[in-house]
């Protein structure tokens, strides 16, 4: 996400026009809108759904993207807020988020009173050919420390326009607390360990040499991720196709590797002997941790089994699978208790990984 874009983030709301029923806010693009008082019946495209259900919203969801569904194109069975509200799945499809695509006839059907969008280009054209108010949030990835102030405005300005701002306040003071937890924990220590993410998922699988100089849950950590020295300006996701060469020269002492790719980057470990000559694989420090991308909650949670591996000492006292219950069911109440072992079945789960 560019500077600029942080820096034009919305103010907030302004004054209700009581005679119209409406609100004034500004929101992620800078743009002015016009926003019911009252919201009751709600759309996200671009993947927004999911801060609507962190915000304990879903009652008010009257439609989700092809990707939250369990058809065949879809991963609702792999995306935390959908495997805790499993009713969300039998809602009308009003898009393809992966296509960028959205069905403006179905919208229009279902009267939403608002539509989030994941940018000022897409919510321009929703509005314009629906007429409905169309709010631009921020979907992306938290790599940099103001992305996250932005998300966490996100989740405000979302709380304010869905009758949620308390329950915005503590979801924004849950996450102040992950980050202060795990910076606490790690900040004055080294853990003389490199590291190194392989299979970023990245609009599809990858192979070993897909990673993010990024990576949030390193981030998090304090860690050393060898990648962080790939010129890749932070974005939405800063996914970083490296050469097979560079990995090796780079020989990090811990891989941690995405479930979403993990049968591509078994593929292409087998298929590639040089690989052998990786300290991480040799010494039987690969592990697997669940993709994050996006989803926030994963983030903290694959953060809290990485801290366990690097500083097993300040990480003792920590579960990681009764850490990512607890993680789950914050950000996305229902059954978010019950969300990793649900994920373990359908998508990935914590552990070492035999190479």
């Known amino acids: 996400m560019c500077l600029g874009y942080i820096l034009y983030f919305f103010s907030g709301l302004g004054e209700a026009n009581s005679s119209k029923g409406t609100v004034s806010i500004t929101d992620a693009a800078g743009r002015t809108i016009q926003v019911p008082v009252q919201v009751n019946r709600v759309i996200g495209v671009g993947t927004s759904n999911r801060n609507i259900v962190y915000l304990n919203a879903s009652d008010k969801l009257v439609g989700i993207e ?34 960028n695509e959205v069905n403006y006839e179905k919208i229009i059907e279902l009267k939403p009173d ?21 709010i631009v949030v921020y979907v992306g990835a938290v790599e940099t420390s103001e992305q996250m102030d ?15 701002e308390e329950r915005a306040k503590k979801l924004v003071n849950y996450i102040n607390s992950c980050e202060s937890d795990l910076d606490n924990r790690t900040k004055n220590v080294s853990s003389n360990k490199t590291v190194y993410v392989g299979g970023q998922v990245y609009y599809g699988a990858h192979d070993i040499t897909s990673t993010n100089p990024y990576y949030p849950p390193f981030v998090l950590l ?15 996701t800063s996914h970083a196709q490296i050469d097979r060469e560079q ?30 000559d990786l300290k991480a694989i040799q010494n039987g420090n690969v592990y697997e941790v669940i993709s994050c991308c996006y989803d926030k909650d994963i983030m903290f949670v694959d ?17 990681p699978e009764a850490k990512a219950n607890e993680i789950f069911e914050e950000f996305s109440g229902g059954s978010g208790g019950s969300v990793y072992s649900t994920m373990k079945v359908h998508y990935g789960e914590f552990k070492k990984l035999n190479f």
């Open 247 to 276: 990995l090796i020269k780079w020989n990090p002492d811990m891989i941690f590797i995405e479930s979403g790719s993990l049968t591509s980057v078994m593929n292409d470990t087998s298929e590639h002997s040089e690989y052998n």
């Open 222 to 236: 304090n860690a050393s991720n060898v990648a962080s020295v790939v010129n890749t300006a932070a974005n939405t």
């Open 66 to 99: 092809q990707v939250e569904t369990n058809s065949t194109s879809g991963w609702g069975n792999q995306l935390p807020y959908i495997i805790a509200h499993p009713e969300l799945m039998s809602l009308p499809v009003i898009g393809d988020a992966r296509k």
């Open 114 to 134: 608002v539509i989030f969008a994941g940018n000022s280009q897409q919510a321009d054209v929703i509005q314009n050919k629906t007429g409905i108010p169309t």
């Open 150 to 164: 932005t998300y966490k405005k996100t989740l405000k300005i979302m709380g304010k326009v869905l009758g949620k």
């Open 303 to 319: 953060a809290y089994y990485i801290g366990k591996i690097l500083y097993p000492e300040q990480f003792k006292d920590v579960d």
